[in-house]
Structure formats: C-alpha cells, structure tokens
C-alpha cells in the first residue's frame, strides 16, 4: 500500500456526503421547521435526543453493511421519519408519504463545500481519474446536489449502494469500484469523512485511505488509522502529485 505522499495511484474514490456535499443538517432542521410552521409544538430536546437516537440506529453503517434484506437510503429516511412521529404522536397527523418526499427534495438543494469545485478538476488535471462511492440511492438527492453544482469534471463511475445492493464498509461497494475503473486496490485511494465506511471500509479491502476531519475531532478508537488526514480536500494537492508529463 502507498503512503503519502501518495505514489503509484491511479484514481481517486471520493465518498459524497461531508465528504463532498455539505448538507448542514438539512432533514433535521427542515423537519424542525416544517413541524413547527404547522403548529405542531414539539420539546426542542426531546427532538434532538429522539432524531440523534433514530439516526444512530438507521445509519450504523456496520450494521447496515450485513443488513437482509438491503433496505435503500429512502426506506431509512422513512423508517426514522415514522419512528420519530410515533414517539410524538404525529403518526396520525402526518402524511409521511409526503413529508418524505418534500424532505428527499430539499436536501437535492445543498451546496459543495467551498473547495471541492477548485480541487477535483485540479486532481483529474494532474491525471486522476476520479470515482464516486457512495452509501446512496441510485437517484439520491446528495448525488443530484453534487451533479447540480456544475463541478468542470468528469466521473469515470459512480457506485452507489443502491445498485450494488450493500452499503460500505462491506466489501461489495468497494469490489464494483475497482471492477469498473479495471484497477487494484493499491492504484486507488479513497478519501471520505467516516471512519467506519469509509476508512475502515478501505482499509479492510487493501486501498489506502484519506480521512476527512472538517471539524477537528479525535479519530474514534476501534477503526484502523487512515493513512492520511486532512482538514478538507485542499490537502489532497499536498498528497497527490501531478501524473502528467507536464508534472514531471
């Protein structure tokens, strides 16, 4: 396996969500705002602790990675959305069908984050060809936010565990990328934000790995150590020199 400064690297797997698109809470406050432009008065607390507790359970992505049958992104968003109504007596109150919906919407209208449209075609410039895996639905919102922003690169493939029918860490998502991109594991490097899918994920498979901390915290114990760390993707051009001849 490379270590960094990254050598012998041929692509560049990118996670997607705070990874690449930044969608600053939005089914949390969204769903905050929404209840209570509608009159319903809900305990500010009780909402955070219920949602983070919901969240948890839906998206333990060790979990989900073995998962039977695989349930999509959208049936997660459901299956919280209605615990949460259960929990505050909503459920017959509310039109999940279409409250799912405006949210899966909304979320469609998060932005990049601020470097991400200089850094990739930056990357693919110096010869990386640049990948998308992605614990998402084939047509999720986070992946329309990012085709949305009108990034000036191309994606050689894009995994997302809708298709492939398995959420990172498992090794299936990981599998489909290296296939469609015909490399190894040591000619790729992933970079994302979570430890469990995507580090943990990548380094299980053999591919080094680039953690994402945008908010300074401590790497949690019980994951292997990323190979790198970087506080966004700018770091990414101290760690992945150009390939082209006009680099050397």
């Not at 959208?74 to 017959?92: G, P």
């Not at 901390?213 to 992945?240: T, V």
Request: hydrophobic residues 40%; charged residues 30%.
């Amino acid at each position: 396996m490379s270590s960094p400064p990254f050598t012998g690297i041929e692509a560049v797997l990118f996670d997607v969500l705070h990874t690449l698109v930044d969608d600053s809470g939005f089914p949390r406050f969204q769903l905050w705002e929404m209840l209570e432009a509608e009159g319903c008065r809900l305990d500010a607390a009780d909402f955070e602790e219920t949602y983070n507790s919901l969240t948890a359970r839906e998206y333990d992505w060790e979990a989900a990675a073995v998962e039977d049958p695989f349930r999509t992104m959208k049936d997660r968003h459901k299956t919280r959305l209605k615990a949460l109504y259960r929990h505050f007596d909503l459920d017959r109150r509310r039109d999940l069908v279409s409250d799912i919906e405006m949210l899966w919407d909304r979320i469609a209208t998060s932005g990049v984050y601020r470097e991400v449209p200089d850094v990739l075609p930056i990357l693919q410039g110096r010869g990386y060809r640049i990948a998308l895996i992605s614990n998402a639905d084939i047509d999720d919102p986070v992946i329309r936010a990012l085709y949305r922003a009108g990034i000036d690169v191309s994606f050689d493939t894009v995994v997302t565990s809708q298709e492939v029918g398995s959420y990172k860490p498992a090794a299936r998502i990981f599998e489909r990328a290296l296939y469609e991109l015909g490399l190894e594991p040591e000619e790729v490097v992933m970079v994302g934000d979570n430890p469990a899918s995507d580090v943990m994920g990548a380094k299980r498979m053999g591919i080094a790995a680039v953690w994402v901390d945008r908010r300074g915290k401590d790497f949690p114990d019980g994951y292997p150590a990323p190979d790198a760390r970087i506080r966004d993707l700018r770091g990414l051009l101290d760690l992945l020199q150009d390939t082209t001849s006009n680099g050397q």
